[in-house]
């Protein structure tokens, strides 16, 4: 079992920036590929991918819609995983899911076998 949990969610403004965090722990951790993602899911709407990450944060992977304003990177030392979120549009506001995959890394919610709770992320206006 792996179990992640999301933390840094909260209300920012339109153009406002925020950092995302995710910390993984348990004994199955270093498992093969252990690539890492973010998806979001806004009302409405179905669960989308956001940005993925590989086991050594070599290589990295973007939506386009968030492309060229979010980073996501890792601290292998710490277990965790983050996403920094700049220019925060108002159709970024969802609730942000961490997760985990067996593979190098994951575009698609089905590659990932755990997920974190999510933490609410609200762009105002």
């Known amino acids: 079992q792996v179990q992640l949990v999301e933390s840094g969610g909260g209300l920012v403004q339109v153009g406002g920036s925020l950092r995302l965090s995710c910390a993984a722990s348990g004994p199955s951790l270093s498992r093969y590929g252990n690539g890492m993602g973010w998806f979001r899911q806004a009302p409405g709407k179905e669960r989308e991918w956001v940005a993925a990450i590989t086991r050594t944060g070599a290589r990295t992977y973007y939506a386009d819609s968030v492309k060229g304003r979010f980073t996501i990177s890792r601290d292998n030392a710490k277990n965790s995983v983050y996403l920094q979120m700049n220019n925060l549009a108002s159709e970024d506001t969802a609730v942000y899911y961490c997760?985990?995959?067996?593979?190098?890394?994951?575009?698609?919610?089905?590659?990932?076998?755990?997920w974190g709770q999510g933490t609410q992320v609200t762009v105002s206006s």
């Open positions: 997760a985990s995959t067996y593979y190098e890394y994951g575009t698609r919610r089905g590659e990932f076998d755990y």
